[in-house]
Structure formats: structure tokens, C-alpha cells
T-cell receptor
């Protein structure tokens, strides 16, 4: 069982829709990362969170430490947002685990 | 800065051959990470270095894998001998701090062992 659970696994949306991707983890963490992997394979770090909320353009990431849960939101989604979004957590013992990823397809 | 630079981008090799993947981290970053990504297992952390010293290599799959960081601007991941199940994308990444900073990824090295 993966210690980092993402949902949904696959998500198809129409351009303009609001997107939410969820990530849950099992024990205390020091940091959570949201990564974006484009079809070409390159990985980009979107956010690093240890508490609260961060916003960058149309992307918003939140984390609830008590509930061990984080969400990544995309407002006004666009076809260029189509990618795999990966949640990665660094546990307090510095161990790092990755979610299986959420494959997002935004249709025009 | 040019970002994290990895080479080769693509490698196809025969089973039993030695494979060496190379990485140049972003200048000034204290941490360097090697990850592996496969369809079956997703992304996995193999090993990370702090100030050129290996800190945690518990993710290295077996003795055929070794990693070195002889200086702050260069690291290698070596597989000897390579096996078909080593076929994966190997990512190198670097960051300033362990927990408090963004991780910057290289483009990845796509390895196929036939």
C-alpha cells in the first residue's frame, strides 16, 4: 500500500473547469511537494508546502497538517495544464515518498 | 543558471554493460538527489547527497547501483552490470535545503537495457 495516496488517478475536464487533485499521507511530514510532469517527461516543482496555502497564477495548493491532506487546485483550466501531477512528501525522518500521480487531460 | 543538467538524455545498452549517468546540479545547491521513475513503481528516491556526502542511500535497489559526488558540481549514478529491469527514467534534482525549498529537476535520462 502506497503511503501517499492521490485521487483521482485520471481526470478529464473541459477547458475552463475548476480542477481539484487530492493527496493524503499517513504520518507526520516536514514538507509536501506538488510536481508536474509533462508528456515529454520533464518534471517541474510547482509548490513546496509545510503549512497553509500557496498560490501561483491559476494554481493553488493547500495543506491540512492535522488531517494529513493536501489539495492542488487549478482554476480556469486550459489544455496546456494537461500533465501528470505528483504529490511527494518528505517525512520527519527525511524519507521521501511519492504518490502514483494524477493524469489530467483538459479538452478544448 | 541553466538548471540541473543531465546526460545522456537517452541511452540504449545491452544487458551486462556498465551504464553511467551524469548530473550537474544548480550552482550553490547543497543537496543533490537521484530518482528513478518506472511505470510499475512510479517515482522513487534512490539516494541523496548533502555537500557531496551521501546521506541516505536506502533507496538504491541493489549493489549493482552506485552513486558518487566527487565535487559540488558533478554526480554520477552507475549501474554495473545493467539488467533489463533497470530500464527507467533516471532524474537528478537539486535544492538549497532539504525540507524548506523547491526541488529543481533535470530533464531525466531515459535508459533502456535490452
Amino acid at each position: 500500500k502506497n503511503e501517499v495516496e492521490q485521487s483521482p488517478q485520471n481526470l478529464t475536464a473541459q477547458e475552463g473547469e475548476f480542477i481539484t487533485i487530492n493527496c493524503s499521507y499517513s504520518v507526520g511530514i516536514s514538507a509536501l511537494h506538488w510536481l508536474q510532469q509533462h508528456p515529454g517527461g520533464g518534471i517541474v516543482s510547482l509548490f513546496m508546502l509545510s503549512s497553509g496555502k500557496k498560490k501561483h497564477g491559476r494554481l493553488i495548493a493547500t495543506i491540512n497538517i492535522q488531517e494529513k491532506h493536501s489539495s492542488l487546485h487549478i482554476t480556469a483550466s486550459h489544455p496546456r495544464d494537461s500533465a501528470v501531477y505528483i504529490c511527494a512528501v518528505r517525512y520527519n525522518n527525511n524519507d521521501m515518498r511519492f504518490g502514483a500521480g494524477t493524469r489530467l487531460t483538459v479538452k478544448p | 543558471d541553466a538548471g540541473v543538467i543531465q546526460s545522456p538524455r537517452h541511452e540504449v545498452t545491452e544487458m551486462g554493460q556498465e551504464v553511467t549517468l551524469r548530473c550537474k546540479p544548480i550552482s550553490g545547491h547543497d543537496y543533490l538527489f537521484w530518482y528513478r521513475q518506472t511505470m510499475m513503481r512510479g517515482l522513487e528516491l534512490l539516494i541523496y547527497f548533502n555537500n557531496n556526502v551521501p546521506i541516505d542511500d536506502s533507496g538504491m535497489p541493489e549493489d549493482r547501483f552506485s552513486a558518487k559526488m566527487p565535487n559540488a558540481s558533478f554526480s554520477t549514478l552507475k549501474i554495473q552490470p545493467s539488467e533489463p529491469r533497470d530500464s527507467a527514467v533516471y532524474f537528478c534534482a537539486s535544492s538549497f535545503y532539504l525540507s524548506g525549498n523547491t526541488i529543481y529537476f533535470g530533464e531525466g535520462s531515459w535508459l533502456t537495457v535490452v
